[in-house]
Each structure stands twice: as C-alpha cells, then as structure tokens.
C-alpha cells in the first residue's frame, strides 16, 4: 500500500476514535499512528500472523471499550431517586422486586415472554414549545422578533402570537416546533431581549392514547423507558420483538383477573390473538372449587347422561328447558315419574342406605341428579341440544342433553407469582427526570428569582434552556 | 490405504494427505452440524405452529413459544453455523496451507466438548434456565464449556495456519484465522462481563447486543467471505483479483463490524444508538470493498469443473444474499426507516435470511464440494438436488414474507406473513431432514464399501498427522 493512502487510513483510523468512539486524544493520536506504520511505512503486509493478531487485539481492546466499557462508565453511577409525583405522593424509584414478584421475574425468564414481549416505551421524536417574556420597553421588539421567526420558518399563524404577547407575562410563541426552529426562535428572541422558556415533549406512537383522532396510538406509557427503570432488572429483558404488546407499563393497564384470562386463553380477549395459551401455568379445579381465583376457560361440549334413578325405565313428564338456556348447577332439567318402583335397596337401614345413595352419587358425578321426581343440571352451562322430550320413555345412562359447558382452571403459585411482576411493570407512574410524563416549562415552576426584566434578559434564558433537544435525548 | 508403504505415499498427490488429514475431524463437525440444522427446523417449525394454533401444546411448558424459538435460534447458531464453518475453516486452511491439519484430535475433543455445550444449553433452555438475554440465551454456565470447546477446535486451526508452506496469506485465511480468534474473545469477555463481573441493569443488554452484533457482523461474516474468497476462486479456477479491495474490507468489516447494533429506541444513552448507524454506514464500505474483490473475480465465470457447477452456484446466490441483506442492513440502520422496522418481523427475518441466505448457504456448497473429497464417496445427486431446491426455497419462504410483513403491518399486529414464513419452515424441515439423511446414508455407505473412512475414529489421521 502507498505511503499517501496508508496516511489517509490512519487519519481515518485517528479521527474515528476521537469523534466517533470518544477515545482520549492522545489514544486516538496512537492508534492513527499505528494504523498508518501497520498499513505502509513499515510495509508489514497482512502475512505475518503477528501483524494479524496485533490488529486484532488492537480492535477488539477499542470495541471493548468504546462500546462497552465507555457505557459501563457512564451508567454506573445511576441510582434510585426519591421524589414525588405531580399529585405529591412522595415515592421512591426505582425498588427492588418483593417477595412473589421477584420470582414471577424468574417466571417471566424460563418461560422467555421477552421473545414476543418488548418492556421498552419508545419515542420517535422531540418537540419543543418556546414560551417568551417581554417586558414594556422591549415589547414591540419581541413582537417583531416572533412575526419574523414565524415568517422564516413558514407559519402562518403568527399575528396572533406576536400581538397577544402580554407584558410581563408569558406568551406561547410555538408549538410542537422541531429543534432546529426551536433555536431559531430562541436566538430571534435573546436577541430581541425577551425571556425564553423551552419545553420538551416526547412523541410517538407508544406514548399516544389510542382514540379515534389517534387511531396508530398505543398507550402504552405515558413516558419513554430510560436506563435508570431497569436499574434492578435482573437481566433486563428489553426484547426486541413486538409479536404482542410492550409490557414497560402493563401492570397500570390491566387488572389481575384480566392478566390470568389472558394467560390461560388469550382468545378471551381478542379472537385473533396470536399468543400461545399457557396452560401449564393452571390446574384443572375440583368441581366443588368456588373460589374466587377460578377462571372459566374453554368451552366443551358435554354429555349429560341421566344416572341411575334405581327404576330400569322413567317416564318424563315435563321439560323445563329449552335450547340456548343457560342454566345454573342444580337447578332442575327434567321431571320424571317412576313407572315401576323396582328399586334393588339393599336390606339396610337409613344411615347405610343414604350413605350407599351418597357414594353412587360421588362415583357417577357426571350423572344426573335425581331429587324426588326433578332431575337438576350438573354443571353450569348452556343447552346445546336436547335429547329427550316429554313423555318419553328413558333409561339410566341415556343421554338426555348436551350442554356447553366452560373448563374450569384455577392458576399455580408460577402464574399467580408472574401476574404479580406483571402488575409490578407500572413505570410510567414513576416520572425521572430524565424521562418527565409531562415536563413543565421552568417558568410555571416556583421560583425565587424575581420576574425577569428586560436588563437580565439573556440570563433566565440561558437558565430555562439547560435541556437541550439533543441532551434531552440521552 | 495406511496399509501402502510409504513411497506411494509420497508420490501421492499432496491433496490427498490432507485431506485424510482432515477426513475425521471436518466429517465429525460437518455431521453434528447437519444434526443441529435439522433439530433447528424442526423446532423452528413448531415455533411457527404455535403461532397459527394457540391452545396446541398449551399443557407443556417444555414447548412454550418463548421457550421453543430461542433453542432453536441456538440449534441454528451454535449448532450449525458455528460447526460447519470450523470444519470448513480447517479444511480451507489446510488446503490453503498446503499442509496436514495438526492436532486433528483437539478438532474432535474440542468438537465433542461444543456439541455438548450446545445440548446442555438447548436443552436448558426447555427446562426453563435461559439467561433472559437476546444473544447469549443459554445458561450462563454452559458458556465455559462452549469456550473451552471453541479453543481446543481453535488451537488446531491456528497451529495448521502456523505451518503454512507458503508465507504469504491469502485473503480467505486472513478472514478465517481471524473469525477463529475473535470468537473465543467475544464468547469469553461476554461470559466475564455479564456472569461473572454481574454488569448491572442495562450493562448488561448492551454487552449482549456488543455480543450479538460481533457474532453476526464479524465472526459469522468473516467465515462466510473467507469461504467465499477461497471457493468462489478455486472453483472457478482463477486467481482472485483486488487483494487490496480485500485487506480493505478486512480491516472495515473488523473495525465497524465490532461496534454497535443498538436498536433506536434503546433505553440506554443516546450516544449507543448514533454510533451504531455511523458504524452501519462505514460498515458498508467494507462490503463494497468485498464485493468489488469477489465480483472481479467472478466476473461472469462458471465453474472449471462440472461436477462443482452447483456448489459453485449456491456460493454465487449466497454472495448475492450477502450483498441484498448488507444494502437492507446499511438503509434500516437510519433512525427514520428503522424505527419503522424496530421491533418487527423484519429484524428476526433479516437475521434468518443472514445467517441461513449468506453464511448457511456458503458452507453448505462448501461441504458440497468437500464432502466427496473427504468420504471418498458422493452425495446421492438426485437427493442433493431435492434438498438444495427445498433449502433455498425454505430460506426465502421463511424469511421474505415475515420481513415485508413486519415492514406493512408496523408494531404489534401482525399480518398474514406469519401463515407463509411457516409454509418456508416446512420446505426448511425437508430439506434439512433429507440432507441429514443423505449424509448419513454417505458415510454408512462410504464405511461399508470401502477403508477410506476408516480414520473416521480419529486414530489413524493423527498418526499420519505427525507422519
């Protein structure tokens, strides 16, 4: 290679790391060198294994370090905050998981819910609205200064804000402007002496409530995510594919009850959801299992058989159903009359023959129950098809209707431990500074300082403008 | 054949010590490799199932969706790409060097050792012990043993490489010794980092994404051109042109390929996302540089010798990938188009396309054209043609259609293209399943027909390794 190429390379080399990787210069300055002495003065070729090996180490210690360990610096000193919200709850932010929570982390993990979950809120742009003050001598000036920063970026609208400037008191001059603009008005302004105050607001479709003048809005956060959330992640999984929803936020979007429906059939909420059910985080529950954990799942078709009323053949004297009904658990199908009591009781007395009733009861529970001359639904369900009706003559064993009925499930410690770091996701309740929900102007904030007055101008301008769009976004 | 005496031996071509030098070790790591291909797709398959029918499989966490797709990212990744180019990278560098593959032992032992890595990290996956991290899902703990696995495979390729007969190093062993080296070093200071030092919060993501983009842009990248460089010439039976074009692209791809790959919109500091489309773009330039060399050298030529026409023409559709994917990567690494790809189909599309389109592709025509050398004993043809037709077409099948619908259906809801990418999985599956079982059917036929896989053991070719 010749002398003048292998220069450039090592100016590029040189150049890179200063501006790019943010080496210390007289690295930077090293590595040009080397690059240059490696390409062409020396003339080392790419033969030797020595020059291969030098170059790679070379490369691999500056990919280390510009990328991993130049972050690792930069984020090590995070920490938690204590502050409080807009309605001045005090909290701290971010803690730790708690007891079940932390282990619905685990969950979350083996299970890899981050293959199709993300738990990053995104935002695709910046905007800035600049507030200006005008004091009395200087205000036909500012008025000046907004109409021809509205002039130069093209904004039409811009009598109203250069003339409804109040003195004293401050006016919107833009809104929803991009950084550029943002400048522009802010320089127009400083120059006309006026106080300037910047706000920046995030935007992007996670961040917008989904509505009918937003309908690509997501809501799923009121602000982005930012390192500091995931200071007690453990690892953070941040996922990178959103075959469903961003879960950043979802314990503030939904309820337990929801969480676990959605866990065990998803298809309970949206007919074309694509996620997998995960059944295994449920067990089936005893039928006499009321509590208030069971979730209905599946809907199955049953068979409901009349049991063993004791008679070989009952007539049905009435029907007290209809297709499509939804009946409850033990409220009754049919009534049946007994056409010949050949009733085998054994030879027994009470207590052995209700106790021998009882135990055909348990053993044929899919069996219809006969109470005196009512036979009552088994189960809760809807009638799907009814295959007797009055005046027949049946059997125990016949089948007498088919009966939709839902599987009942009732979550494991594992799903009950996952809904609880689900419900523990609820970043967007916990502004940073540097994520804001909705970062105030300087200027509606209280403070100490004096309104400004045309002489300082400049001064409170530079103070309010300390959030920049550009650092704004770190 | 090591019954001959040794004067025959001597006056043999040279080729063909080598190659009985490398028969055991590259047929074992070319074999475990097709196994993982085809344990791959199968459950990349039932991944894409899941998808259309939900209440399948529901009962058992084993086959969880989130569970399922990253083993098979493994299988993919570990098991075959990495396998096939070490047995591809040996043979190359042997064949380079005009030398026998030293030490071919540590080949199978350090081979034995990855493959058990691999099935303890796949299988721990299923159990539900993953990391939690995009690229290095397996368990922390198997990450030694795939370590030491990779050094001991590694010590033997860069010894063969030290005994080189010509001094002068040509573009295809600059690549492949270096995608030796660097991924130990990558593997090694991920595993430091993130188990042992415990990077906290975001660290740790970012050293998975340093990870990632190291293995994808410079390991995975640098044994597919280094195939490429040698094979796309030697096939064709002409010299390469453009070494300078070469060393350029070497010293591009290595510098920008080692840095970046953070998404957008990352919670991390802004600086990570900015510097990672700068080095998209220099990146770039590297992959000119390599394509100005390879199509120079190409330039419209067919192969010399009939019988590698279609190895050689697998290697040219591969080439062609590599360049389509590399000007998709260069133009989504732009805030405004990537923030409509992040987060969709597209990215796990490309990444597919990438590695089965570019480097699967290219060290499967390798192992076309080396297989016979090796076994003594060819493919069955109509067998090769069947699953070389079903691959390619599986390839595209799985990824075009999941990559334009990430693109049109933007985050979170998914359109058809999920229905199709799974009609791919299936051409992938038979493919996969009948070059497994062409292989198989090979070897046993090359054992009982003949002694030339008598060193299959790995006895007989270190004896005549240190001969």
């Given at each position: 290679m010749t002398i003048g190429l292998s220069f450039l390379l090592g100016l590029l080399a040189s150049s890179v790391s200063y501006f790019?990787?943010?080496?210390?210069w007289p690295v930077a300055v090293v590595v040009g060198l080397f690059a240059w002495l490696a390409f062409g003065l020396l003339d080392?070729?790419?033969?030797?294994t020595f020059t291969l090996l030098g170059g790679l180490l070379l490369v691999f210690c500056v990919s280390l370090s510009a990328m991993v360990f130049r972050a690792s610096d930069q984020l090590s000193g995070l920490q938690y905050i204590d502050t409080q919200s807009e309605d001045g709850i005090e909290f701290r932010y971010p803690v730790p998981l708690l007891g079940n929570a932390r282990y619905g982390e685990a969950i979350y993990k083996a299970n890899g819910c981050a293959a199709c979950h993300t738990q990053q809120v995104t935002h695709e742009s910046v905007v800035l609205d600049v507030k200006a003050m005008a004091g009395k001598k200087n205000l036909a000036a500012v008025q000046e200064a907004i109409s021809r920063f509205h002039k130069v970026t093209g904004r039409d609208a811009s009598s109203g804000a250069a003339l409804g400037l109040p003195v004293g008191e401050w006016g919107t001059v833009?809104?929803?402007?991009?950084a550029v603009d943002a400048s522009k008005a802010r320089y127009f302004l400083a120059a006309a002496g006026a106080s300037v105050d910047v706000q920046v607001r995030f935007r992007g479709e996670d961040l917008t409530q989904h509505d009918l003048l937003n309908p690509?809005?997501?809501?799923?956060?009121?602000r982005r995510s930012v390192?500091?959330?995931?200071?007690?992640?453990?690892?953070?999984?941040?996922?990178?594919?959103?075959?469903?929803?961003?879960?950043?936020?979802v314990g503030a979007r939904y309820s337990r009850d929801v969480l676990m429906r959605i866990l065990l059939n998803p298809k309970i909420i949206?007919?074309?959801?694509k996620m997998p059910q995960h059944r295994f985080l449920f067990e089936k529950a005893d039928?006499?299992?009321?509590?208030?954990?069971i979730i209905n799942d599946v809907i199955v078709l049953k068979d409901i058989l009349l049991r063993?009323?004791?008679?070989?053949a009952v007539k049905i004297i009435k029907v007290h159903v209809a297709i499509g009904d939804l009946i409850e658990k033990g409220k009754p199908i049919i009534s049946v009359k007994?056409?010949?009591?050949?009733?085998?009781?054994?030879?027994?007395d009470d207590e052995k023959i209700s106790a021998f009733l009882e135990k055909k009861k348990r053993e044929s529970k899919r069996f219809v129950n006969a109470g005196g001359g009512l036979i009552s639904s088994p189960f809760e369900g809807i009638i799907k098809e009814l295959k007797v009706s009055s005046g027949n003559t049946v059997k125990a064993g016949d089948l007498v209707l088919i009966m939709e009925v839902a599987e009942r499930y009732k979550p494991t410690e594992n799903a009950e431990a996952l809904v609880d770091y689900l419900l523990s996701?609820?970043?967007?309740n916990y502004p940073l500074p540097?994520?804001?929900?909705n970062q105030p102007y300087t200027s509606s904030m209280p403070k100490p300082a004096p309104v400004a007055t045309p002489a300082d101008a400049t001064a409170p301008a530079e103070a309010a403008d300390t959030v920049k769009p550009d650092e704004a976004g770190k | 054949m090591s019954s001959e005496p040794k004067e025959d031996k001597a006056k043999m071509d040279p080729r063909e010590a080598v190659d009985r030098s490398c028969r055991g070790p590259v047929l074992f790591l070319a074999f475990s490799a097709v196994a993982w291909l085809l344990v791959y797709s199968l459950f990349a398959l039932l991944a894409g199932v899941k998808v259309h029918a939900?209440?399948?499989?529901?009962?058992s966490a084993w086959l969880a969706y989130g569970r399922i797709q990253p083993a098979s990212q493994l299988a993919l990744q570990f098991g075959f790409l990495v396998q096939l180019g070490l047995a591809v990278s040996a043979w190359i560098l042997s064949h380079r060097g005009k030398t026998v593959l030293v030490d071919g032992g540590y080949l199978i032992f350090g081979g034995m050792l990855w493959n058990a890595g691999v099935t303890l990290g796949f299988l721990g996956i299923l159990a539900g012990?993953?990391?939690?991290?995009?690229?290095?899902?397996?368990?922390?703990?198997v990450l030694p043993l795939l370590f030491f696995g990779f050094v001991l495979v590694g010590l033997s390729l860069v010894q063969t490489n030290n005994r080189r007969t010509n001094e002068e190093m040509s573009p295809a062993q600059w690549f492949l010794f270096a995608a030796t080296l660097w991924l130990p070093w990558v593997l090694g200071g991920s595993y430091l980092l993130i188990?042992?030092?415990?990077?906290?919060g975001v660290v740790a993501n970012i050293v998975d994404w340093w990870f990632i983009q190291n293995f994808a842009k410079v390991y995975l990248t640098f044994v597919g051109l280094g195939t490429l460089f040698h094979f796309l010439s030697a096939l064709s039976g002409r010299q390469l042109v453009g070494r300078g074009h070469a060393q350029l692209a070497f010293w591009l791809l290595l510098l920008f390929g080692s840095v970046g790959g953070v998404?957008?919109?990352?919670?991390?500091?802004?600086?990570l996302p900015a510097l990672s489309t700068v080095t998209a773009v220099f990146y770039f330039f590297g992959v000119i540089a390599a394509w100005v060399s390879l199509s120079r050298t190409v330039n419209g030529a067919s192969a010399a010798n009939d019988e590698d026409s279609l190895a050689y023409n697998l290697m040219r559709l591969a080439a062609l990938v590599f360049i389509s994917a590399s000007v998709l990567n260069v133009f989504f690494a732009f805030p405004g188009p990537g923030s409509t790809a992040e987060f969709t189909t597209y990215g796990p599309a490309m990444e597919l396309l990438f590695n089965l389109g570019f480097v699967g592709l290219t060290l499967i025509a390798a192992l076309y054209h080396i297989f016979p050398r090796l076994a003594g004993m060819d493919f069955s043809p109509r067998m090769t043609g069947i699953q070389t037709v079903a691959i390619v077409f599986g390839l595209f099948g799985a990824t075009l259609p999941s990559a334009l619908g990430g693109l049109m259906s933007g985050d979170a809801v998914l359109g058809s293209g999920f229905y199709f990418a799974s009609l791919g999985d299936v051409f992938l599956f038979v493919g996969s399943l009948i070059l497994f079982l062409n292989f198989l059917r090979a070897i046993l036929f090359a054992m009982k027909n003949c002694?030339?896989?008598?060193g299959f053991c790995g006895k007989a070719n270190t004896k005549e390794a240190n001969a």
């Open positions: 790019m990787l943010g080496l210390w080392v070729k790419m033969d030797s833009v809104n929803d402007a991009n690509r809005g997501r809501g799923w956060g009121k390192a500091q959330d995931y200071l007690f992640a453990e690892p953070p999984m941040l996922g990178s594919v959103r075959i469903g929803p961003d879960l950043a936020n949206r007919k074309d959801n039928e006499d299992d009321q509590g208030q954990h063993d009323v004791g008679a070989d007994l056409e010949e009591t050949q009733m085998d009781i054994p030879n027994l996701l609820k970043s967007a540097e994520a804001p929900i | 939900s209440g399948m499989m529901a009962d012990n993953a990391s939690g991290l995009e690229g290095l899902q397996m368990p922390g703990k188990h042992f030092f415990h990077a906290k998404s957008p919109g990352a919670p991390v500091p802004a600086w002694d030339c896989l008598a």
